[in-house]
């Protein structure tokens, strides 16, 4: 493939997709961003998203609200660095919302990607590399820190979220990467790095 690609880490919280997408954007020297937050409107909007005193925000809001951040994190920083000729690795993406609004609070997955489709404005991910860990592993990192909203939302929530993953990658394999996270941090990424070169070239 030539030209500048827009790669990103999908996965459930505290598989280590932060970390990897970090080596991974070091080592093809690409811009390095994250979904939700990655820009200063898009903190604000997080905020209201991974408020635990938050308990009454209506699915469809939640919906818009994690669109809203994707159509300015697109505009602001994907876009931008694409069309300079800079490679892109994102924290989450689109897929995040068919995952974790689709198929974990059970909105019409279509009606959420129609949704998306407008906000993205056709910016789909050329690579998502899906980070797979074994359920006791997540237990114990989670239970490491302060939980948020979502991860406080419940296991079957959590596991529509995975099924969901785990879904759209068999959908589109042409697109999706599945990797096992659970071993050491390094192995992991060399796993990754080498993926990309097959796939992408780069
Ligand atoms: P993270 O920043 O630790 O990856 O966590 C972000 C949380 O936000 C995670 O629980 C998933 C959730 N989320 C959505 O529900 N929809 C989205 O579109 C995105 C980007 C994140």
Not at 82 to 106: E, K, N, P
Not at 117 to 138: G, H, K, Q
Request: proline share 2%.
């Amino acid at each position: 493939m030539t030209g500048a690609v827009y790669i990103v880490f999908e996965g459930p919280e505290g598989c280590g997709k932060s970390t990897q997408a970090r080596l991974l954007a070091e080592s093809i020297d690409a811009v390095l961003t994250r979904e939700t937050g990655g820009t200063q409107i898009g903190a604000r909007l997080r905020e209201i998203l991974h408020d635990v005193d938050v308990n009454d925000l209506d699915d469809h809001a939640e919906t818009l609200i994690v669109a809203a951040d994707r159509a300015q994190h697109l505009a602001q920083v994907v876009r931008p660095a694409l069309a300079a000729g800079r490679h892109v690795v994102s924290d989450r993406s689109v897929y995040s919302t068919l995952a974790y609004q689709g198929y974990g609070r059970g909105l019409p997955v279509d009606e959420v990607r129609q949704v998306n489709e407008w906000a993205i404005r056709d910016t789909w991910p050329d690579l998502v590399i899906l980070l797979e860990t074994n359920e006791s592993e997540l237990a114990e990192r989670m239970s490491e820190r302060e939980l948020d909203r979502f991860e406080r939302a419940g296991v079957e929530f959590h596991q529509r979220v995975r099924a969901g993953f785990a879904e759209m990658a068999a959908a589109d394999p042409q697109r999706w990467i599945v990797v096992d996270a659970s071993r050491e941090k390094e192995t992991t990424a060399t796993t990754i790095r080498n993926a990309v070169r097959d796939r992408l070239g780069i």
